[in-house]
């Protein structure tokens, strides 16, 4: 059995409940979800061999910088094409911090629509379309008030520090059936789709086997065009838009993929997976790949076998860690500030249990190496980047701090 640690939305596992709260709002019907792709993005910048390091760098030449503190159980950041932090707090609020304060209004409450009452239940995602500055939509992922997952897309208010509370549109719902492994991260990749992390249901071992089933939302990565229909529409280069699984589906074999990032200048996508018993991963996707990867769980953990033997059409993770490191992986992000030259292309990531944080490079020759970087006492709940791309993280117990270089 998986040692427990005090984790209070990862870790635990915690008998289901149906919360007394107000039940969520009533969901509209959807419109039809057809197969109409987006206009295209304009496509990343060509990297150049200045906007990677070949090594790992000298972690002595930054700092970990307070930023704000006397937050209660944030566990996301992210910005909105501005200045603004916005701060996802697990009970269902969503904060700004501006000018290094914490604005004393928050900027979304929808507490009375979300249950919190499992330790990793809540308000657990924020994403803003790419298009925010235009048409004022972000979209949130929390456990409704029975423990179910709800995708939902809100709209800012006339003031730019609020959300229309009445502009509600739930997008996707699905049923989870443990309290725990409810995945929760969210973001837009540079083909303009919103990819969903979801985890494999809950309890332990996975028990009725949702990662590898393609009838299932649960234990993967979904990708839906938000633009092309209402409330999406599937788009079309979708592993199994034919047929064959949900089409909502990108990625599966997913344990409990709290956290992904995209590199904002390759488009490359990295995903951490929360393991059980003795290994915790990062798996990778380049840029431009094709759909339909299965990371393995459960029948690998990492790059060992769990619950079976095969490796056939499993992709193992590029890193991974065992249990004498750390407990709970907490993905992070690819470093692209300017003001860290050393540091260009290394993808930062944590641990909840340990607060240890490794970076993680790969050499011209195509070789992974991941290290620890630093040693510290945070329980890393997540990591951001800000408009400038500063790296930030967020210490589950009430504070941010962002990378700088040092003094």
């Known amino acids: ?118 330790d990793e239940q809540g308000l657990l995602g924020l994403a803003f379309h790419p298009n925010y500055a235009e048409n004022g939509r972000l979209f949130v992922n929390y456990t409704d008030a029975f423990g179910n997952t709800v995708i939902a897309r809100f709209e800012i208010s006339s003031e730019r520090n609020f959300t229309d509370r009445n502009s509600l549109r739930v997008i996707l719902r699905f049923d989870q059936p443990y309290a725990n492994h409810n995945g929760g991260g969210m973001a837009f990749g540079p083909d303009g789709y919103l990819y969903i992390a979801t985890g494999d249901g809950g309890s332990a071992n996975d028990p009725e086997g949702n990662s590898q089933n393609l009838d299932t939302y649960l234990g993967k990565l979904l990708r839906l065009d938000v633009d ?51 290994w915790e991963e990062i798996n990778f996707q380049p840029s431009g790949a094709l759909g339909g990867v299965n990371y393995g769980w459960n029948i690998r953990e990492g790059s060992h076998s769990f619950a079976g033997d095969t490796t056939e059409g499993l992709t193992d993770p590029v890193a991974e860690y065992g249990h004498d490191l750390g407990y709970s992986v907490i993905g992070g992000v690819v470093v692209r500030d300017p003001s860290l030259p050393d540091w260009q292309g290394v993808y930062l990531y944590g641990d909840y249990g340990s607060g240890r944080i490794w970076g993680l490079v790969r050499d011209t020759g195509g070789n992974w190496e991941s290290a620890i970087l630093f040693e510290t006492d945070f329980n890393i709940s997540s990591f951001g980047q800000d408009i400038g791309g500063r790296v930030c993280l967020i210490d589950h117990g009430g504070a941010i701090y962002c990378l700088e270089p040092a003094p």
């Open 1 to 118: 059995m998986r040692r427990l640690i005090p984790l209070a939305f990862l870790l635990a596992l915690v008998s289901c409940s149906q919360p007394t709260s107000t039940p969520i709002p009533t969901i509209p019907e959807a419109a039809p979800v057809t197969p109409t792709q987006i206009e295209p993005t304009l496509p990343p910048p060509t990297p150049t061999k200045s906007d990677f390091v070949d090594e790992l760098p000298d972690s002595s030449t930054t700092h970990w910088s307070f930023v704000v503190g006397e937050l209660e159980k944030p566990v996301d950041l992210q910005h909105a094409g501005d200045e603004r932090l916005f701060v996802v707090d697990q009970r269902g609020l969503t904060w700004i911090v501006e000018g290094g304060e914490t604005l004393p209004e928050p900027f979304l409450d929808i507490r009375e629509w979300v249950s919190d009452s499992g």
């Open 228 to 278: 092309s229909a209402d409330p999406y529409a599937i788009p079309p280069d979708n592993p199994f838009a034919a047929g064959g699984g949900l089409p909502e589906i990108w990625a599966y074999g997913l344990r409990n993929p709290w956290r992904f990032a995209f590199d904002q200048l390759t488009g490359d996508l990295y995903i951490s997976d929360v393991g059980q018993d003795d």
